[in-house]
């Protein structure tokens, strides 16, 4: 209980952030835009550096992770890529994938390269990213993530992938829990075709 009130509090404090946040935002972008989260500045696998907002301009999904997990993060990520199998397999096109490490500390350059080659993912189609500067707090509230450290090590935490459309609006979520919804699918499809 503890945690959803946790989860549900983050997810308000984000919502309520991103909406401050919309006066300094790109006035392109519609107020319900994630791309309105204040300036976070990212680094994939292949050392590549860019800011979240510039990922506007096509549908994507969007997600976070910890690159030493063992459980949910492995199973996250071998679920998106049967998410872009189906997506393909439906008639659509392999969409860009977005994890955020929520564990940037121990996520270096060198976490985010061998993670990468363990799910043989490759940027910039998929991109394993740690913020070099920003608030992932506030992604995470907006996505509706949440995490905390462990004793032991690790982190617990949910897991929650957001197709975003291509001004960075929530289209639709999914758990990525190992099993593909054919609805998320769907909504990816549809998204695809209708920015095209």
């Known amino acids: 209980m503890r945690s959803l009130t946790v989860l549900l509090c983050g997810a308000l404090l984000g919502a309520c952030t991103l909406v401050a946040a919309a006066a300094s935002a790109p006035a392109s972008l519609p107020a319900t ?8 500045t990212l680094m994939n696998q292949d050392g590549r550096t860019f800011t979240f907002a510039s990922l506007a301009g096509k549908p994507r999904l969007v997600g976070m992770f910890y690159a030493s997990c063992q459980m949910a993060c492995p199973v996250e990520i071998e679920t998106l890529k049967q998410v872009e199998h189906q997506v393909v397999k439906s008639g659509g096109q392999p969409i860009p994938v977005l994890l955020v490490t929520f564990d940037p500390v121990h996520d270096d350059l060198a976490a985010l390269k061998k993670a990468a080659a363990q799910h043989h993912v490759s940027a910039p ?70 920015a095209h």
């Open 33 to 40: 835009s994630i791309y309105r989260i204040p300036p976070l």
């Open 125 to 194: 189609e998929f991109q394993l990213s740690r913020a070099l500067s920003g608030d992932i707090g506030m992604l995470g509230g907006v996505l509706g993530v949440s995490w905390r450290p462990l004793p032991g090590g690790g982190f617990q935490h949910n897991v929650v992938v957001a197709l975003l459309d291509r001004e960075g609006r929530i289209i639709a979520t999914d758990p990525a829990n190992g099993r593909v919804d054919p609805t998320f699918v769907k909504a990816i499809v549809r998204e695809e075709r209708a």
